[in-house]
């Protein structure tokens, strides 16, 4: 059975079950179940690699002594005994684990294995049901299989990607095509630090490390290449899901992808140690962050949006020299106000040279919003910009689940990029343009064959980033007459 299917099987059974209530459930529910078997495959390959390893899980809560109904037979545990040793034993010890005794890769795994288990939740409440789940990982997932694990890394980007259709998830998701071009273009080399700082389920990151292997040649390179790969995310599942991305990609300690928010620490805390060679990422957009975490930026651009806050902070991580590729919707390019201060920031201290401009559906169903990629390097201002809007492929309409966008469509600008001229899809506007246009970086093809009229979920989404502007100028009159009041 292919994977995808288990994966179907597995959710079926899950509907069954009282205690799994939604896709999100579902999905984190499955999250820890998969990781802690592909991290107990790989437990028992180091053990037989890596001299006096000895896996961080305590022997009885391995899943061979309690999961693996082949190897334990009648004597496997099922209904309210397995559900009790689950709940009450394997959650709490690996929430707990203790890391003292433990040395070297065996430590670092302890601490994943931690981190991971702390925000973690068993939401099954049948053991007789979770017996059928683990027999369904048991019997279709064996990590350690040759075949199997060749094909493991695109399976678990094929299950990733269809979660893009499962309530929230898509959120977390950037298509592989994406992810792919992004890194091509920033070309990251064996002994830089590559960073998403806003990492959902991991596809830059794995994108780097896939692209930084393809320079080892060997034991040496390999370990620089695993600590040339960090990542923070925010929210539990689509952490988890990453750093089970990492272990599925070869990554046996991808503790450098840490359970965090990155905007949380203030800007002036952030020192040149932490910078970094080059940024990709994907930052949520259209939301806003929590009261307060603004406060960590300067005055001229606090702001709750939170793509706004990454971009400034990408500009702080980077190192001078540094390259970064990051996905942004329309509402940045042409936003006013706080959102032309920090454009005006990232031309003066960064060297934007291009902006490839993305159709609509590349995130669908997550989103209908127009999107772009924008790659600057830090440390020379920028003189001029070159666009390139990346068209739909012939008889396209818009992407769907059946008709992804492909890391094939990118050719063209592959093609175009070392050797840049205009034609219908590209050209270059100057930095004196753009300031006079007050720094709105929305900026039509020119070159475009035809009459072009503006997409409808491009007009709403400015009506959208009008309504939100309109709403808080409101909030902050009502404040200042409060104030006055008072």
């Given at each position: 059975m292919s994977l995808s299917?288990?994966?179907?099987?597995?959710?079926?059974?899950?509907?069954?079950?009282?205690?799994?209530?939604?896709?999100?459930?579902?999905?984190?529910?499955?999250?820890?179940?998969?990781?802690?078997?592909?991290?107990?495959?790989?437990?028992?390959?180091?053990?037989?690699?890596?001299?006096?390893?000895e896996s961080p899980i305590p022997a009885e809560l391995q899943w061979s002594a309690w999961a693996d109904s082949e190897q334990l037979g009648k004597q496997a545990l099922t209904g309210e005994a397995l559900l009790d040793l689950v709940d009450n034993c394997l959650f709490p010890a690996l929430k707990e684990l203790d890391l003292e005794d433990l040395e070297g890769i065996a430590q670092?795994?302890?601490?994943?294995?931690?981190?991971?288990?702390?925000?973690?939740?068993?939401?099954?409440?049948?053991?007789?049901?979770?017996?059928?789940?683990?027999?369904?990982?048991?019997?279709?997932?064996?990590?350690?299989?040759?075949?199997?694990?060749?094909l493991f890394g695109d399976m678990y980007e094929q299950l990733l990607k269809d979660l893009q259709g499962a309530g929230n998830a898509g959120e977390f998701y950037t298509p592989r095509a994406v992810t792919q071009f992004a890194i091509d273009r920033v070309n990251p080399q064996l002994g830089e630090r590559v960073l998403d700082p806003a990492c959902g389920t991991g596809g830059f990151l794995t994108c780097a490390f896939e692209h930084l292997k393809q320079q080892v040649q060997g034991s040496q390179d390999l370990e620089q290449a695993k600590q040339g790969v960090w990542g923070v995310e925010?929210?539990?599942?689509?952490?988890?899901?990453?750093?089970?991305?990492?272990?599925?990609?070869?990554?046996?300690?991808?503790?450098?992808?840490?359970?965090?928010?990155?905007?949380?620490?203030?800007?002036?805390?952030?020192?040149?140690?932490?910078?970094?060679?080059?940024?990709?990422?994907?930052?949520?957009?259209?939301?806003?962050?929590?009261?307060?975490i603004e406060r960590g930026f300067p005055t001229e651009f606090r702001t709750r949006e939170t793509a706004d806050l990454f971009l400034v902070l990408v500009m702080e991580l980077l190192k001078a020299g540094g390259r970064a590729a990051i996905v942004l919707p329309d509402g940045t390019l042409f936003g006013e106000g706080i959102k032309t201060r920090i454009k005006e920031k990232l031309l003066r201290e960064c060297n934007l040279h291009t902006i490839v401009r993305l159709p609509n559906g590349v995130f669908a169903p997550y989103t209908s919003i127009k999107t772009n990629l924008l790659f600057f390097t830090k440390g020379e201002p920028t003189q001029e910009i070159w666009y390139y809007e990346h068209p739909y492929p012939k008889g396209y309409k818009s992407y769907s689940k059946t008709k992804p966008m492909r890391i094939e469509e990118f050719g063209p600008e592959k093609a175009w990029w070392e050797q840049r001229?205009?034609?219908?899809?590209?050209?270059?506007?100057?930095?004196?343009?753009?300031?006079?246009?007050?720094?709105?970086?929305?900026?039509?093809?020119?070159?475009?064959?035809?009459?072009?009229?503006?997409?409808a979920a491009v007009l709403l989404d400015k009506y959208r980033f009008a309504v939100q502007q309109a709403d808080e100028a409101r909030s902050a009159l009502q404040a200042a007459l409060r104030d006055c009041l008072e």
């Open positions: 299917a288990t994966i179907k099987s597995i959710q079926d059974i899950m509907r069954k079950d009282v205690g799994v209530d939604g896709d999100a459930q579902r999905i984190g529910q499955l999250g820890w179940m998969l990781f802690f078997k592909i991290f107990s495959d790989q437990d028992l390959e180091l053990e037989a690699l890596v001299d006096d390893y670092g795994r302890g601490a994943l294995l931690r981190s991971v288990f702390e925000d973690a939740y068993n939401y099954m409440k049948s053991g007789t049901l979770l017996r059928q789940v683990v027999n369904k990982i048991n019997d279709n997932i064996d990590f350690n299989e040759s075949k199997q694990r060749d925010k929210k539990p599942l689509p952490h988890l899901l990453c750093v089970t991305n990492m272990l599925v990609h070869g990554l046996e300690v991808p503790t450098n992808v840490r359970h965090d928010n990155t905007l949380r620490k203030p800007l002036r805390d952030y020192a040149r140690a932490d910078q970094v060679d080059v940024v990709v990422t994907n930052p949520p957009f259209g939301g806003m962050e929590e009261d307060g001229e205009e034609n219908e899809f590209a050209w270059k506007v100057s930095l004196q343009e753009i300031q006079a246009n007050n720094y709105n970086l929305d900026v039509k093809n020119p070159n475009a064959a035809g009459e072009v009229h503006e997409d």
